[in-house]
């Protein structure tokens, strides 16, 4: 997987942001090679701060999603919430506005996918802090949630 990440981000590369548009009937797919997202990115820097971006698994291509909406059904408003893990002793709630990365969870389709907040920490990658935060997934899965989209470095072949 790591060979096609590479592979795919030097293509990825060669495309200039105007080659690009959004599928219209699939809006939550890479907009270039057509992968589901492995997570999703808040920006920090101007003049795209507090932009949210889902970013791809494959290719590593970032493009502009809509906040506060589910980017796997498309509900919005109540049905999202934020979760993160929360400190044993702390508020909870509070811990989930400091967390650098948290789920984005969907009431409606009971899907969650993690959102990074690079004003926290700028240093965040999004398939490999996917993978830092498992005990996030964990947590959410007790709590009847199911991943969006899995992490490329979990895909499993099927031993053939």
Same mark, same amino acid.
């Given at each position: 997987?790591?060979?096609?990440? %590479?592979?795919?981000?030097?293509?990825?590369?060669?495309?200039?942001?105007?080659?690009?548009?959004?599928?219209?009937? !699939?809006?939550?797919?890479?907009?270039?090679?057509?992968?589901?997202?492995?997570?999703?990115? %808040?920006?920090?820097?101007?003049?795209? !701060?507090?932009?949210?971006? +889902?970013?791809?698994? +494959?290719?590593?291509?970032?493009?502009?999603? %809509?906040? %506060?909406?589910?980017?796997?059904?498309?509900?919005?408003?109540?049905?999202?919430?934020?979760?993160?893990? !929360?400190?044993?002793?702390?508020?909870?709630?509070?811990?989930?506005?400091?967390?650098?990365?948290?789920?984005?969870?969907?009431?409606?389709?009971?899907?969650?996918?993690?959102?990074?907040?690079?004003?926290?920490?700028?240093?965040?990658?999004?398939?490999?802090?996917? +993978?830092?935060?498992?005990? +996030?997934?964990?947590?959410?899965?007790?709590?009847?949630?199911?991943?969006?989209?899995?992490?490329?470095?979990?895909?499993?072949?099927?031993?053939?």
């Amino acid at each position: 997987m790591n060979a096609l990440q %590479v592979y795919w981000a030097v293509l990825a590369d060669s495309f200039r942001p105007t080659d690009l548009k959004p599928l219209a009937d !699939a809006p939550g797919l890479c907009p270039l090679c057509g992968t589901l997202p492995v997570a999703s990115v %808040v920006q920090a820097r101007p003049p795209y !701060a507090s932009y949210h971006y +889902l970013s791809c698994s +494959l290719c590593a291509c970032q493009w502009h999603y %809509v906040r %506060v909406q589910c980017s796997q059904c498309g509900a919005a408003g109540k049905d999202i919430a934020y979760r993160a893990l !929360a400190d044993v002793d702390g508020d909870s709630g509070e811990a989930v506005r400091e967390s650098a990365v948290r789920a984005e969870t969907c009431d409606h389709c009971h899907s969650y996918r993690k959102i990074l907040y690079l004003e926290k920490d700028p240093a965040l990658e999004p398939v490999a802090d996917d +993978l830092g935060t498992l005990s +996030l997934d964990l947590l959410l899965g007790e709590e009847g949630y199911a991943r969006a989209s899995q992490n490329p470095l979990l895909w499993q072949s099927d031993g053939d």
